[in-house]
């Protein structure tokens, strides 16, 4: 049984840090798509500004399924993949 606990805190641990590691990537092709200059409307482009900004802010807090879902967000509105 201890075993097994420590195989699952182990899995978590890692499942956490590739989450971590993911973060960057996403905010990096949302400032990519940016640096582009797309296509958007001002509130478009006001919504995507803050959902970098808060899917940064949610990074740093450790909250990373939080901050890729908002980050997601933005991706959705700059056609990104
Ligand atoms: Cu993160």
Known sequence: MKVRTA???A???FAGSALAFHCPQE???I???L???PKLTD???AQVKKDRADGEALHK???HQESLDTLAKAEKTL???
Request: hydrophobic share 50%; aromatic share 4%; charged share 25%.
């Open 11 to 13: 899995t978590m641990l």
């Open 31 to 33: 400032d990519d798509a």
């Open 79 to 81: 056609g990104i993949q």
């Open 27 to 29: 905010m990096k092709k």
């Open 7 to 9: 195989l699952f805190a």
């Open 61 to 63: 807090a450790g909250k």
């Open 43 to 45: 509130a478009q482009m």
């Open 35 to 37: 640096a582009k200059n």
